[in-house]
């Protein structure tokens, strides 16, 4: 079967440090990889996703990056933290080919003080 | 363009009522559908999904919902509410588009249920 991991769960860094979000997801090959945000109060917001290796696509400028080292590794960056980037991190992943459902994982919470 | 609308976004009922949470959508082609749940802190769960075929699904935890291309509909019920039904709930249109899989989730629907 498949799963989806993240870390950290909870993340507390200043502003302006840096950022690094990890997503692997194991049972499955080629997945497409998703990063969204969810800011109090709000519903999801699509900030990334990724359908290979190297192969990303950014849905709303930011300072924010992501990155697919490899096949089933994500990764969500960032070089300066702002306060507004606050929020509960998702990574999300799918079979290739597919319209049907994403699959989540437990989320990072990150609070920039 | 898709897009998709839920309206209320907090719901009271009591504990043994029904639950109706609704959804609307829009959809330039046939809308694959998705209700999400999330309890505090954690990532969203699939409840159930409308892709072809029946238009009423049925999901875990005794929820389901109706597709209803007149209405452009796909409302979320339960016959009677549980506790552990507390959560916020997210309806989901899905596009497959130009190589990839958009999906526009809604503004969720936190449910309370009242003892």
């Known amino acids: 079967s498949q799963t989806i991991h993240q870390w950290p769960a909870t993340l507390v860094q200043p502003v302006g440090s840096p950022l690094s979000l990890e997503c692997t997801v194991e049972?499955?090959?080629?997945?497409?990889l998703y990063w969204y945000r969810q800011a109090a109060g709000r519903g999801l917001q699509l900030l990334f996703y990724?359908?290979?290796?190297?192969?990303i696509s950014s849905e709303v400028p930011q300072n924010l990056s992501a990155s697919r080292p490899q096949d089933r590794q994500f990764i969500l960056s960032s070089k300066k933290l702002l306060l507004s980037d606050s929020g509960f991190y998702l990574c999300?992943?799918?079979?290739?080919?597919?319209?049907?459902?994403?699959?989540f994982g437990p989320g990072t919470r990150l609070t920039v003080t | 363009a898709q897009s998709v609308t839920q309206l209320g976004s907090h719901v009271s009922v009591s504990e043994g009522a029904l639950v109706l949470l609704r959804c609307n959508y829009s959809s330039s082609v046939p809308p694959y559908l998705f209700w999400y749940v999330q309890y505090p802190n954690q990532g969203l769960q699939l409840l159930l999904k409308y892709t072809t075929g029946a238009t009423l699904v049925k999901g875990i935890n005794g929820f389901e919902a109706e597709f209803k291309k007149s209405e452009t509909s796909f409302h979320l019920t339960k016959p009677s509410a549980h506790m552990s039904d507390a959560a916020e709930y997210f309806c989901a249109v899905s596009l497959f588009s130009g190589g990839y899989q958009k999906v526009t989730f809604g503004t969720g629907t936190k449910l309370q249920v009242i003892p």
């Open positions: 999300a992943w799918r079979e290739t080919g597919t319209v049907y459902e994403q699959y």
């Open positions: 990724s359908i290979g290796i190297d192969q």
């Open positions: 049972g499955t090959s080629n997945p497409n």
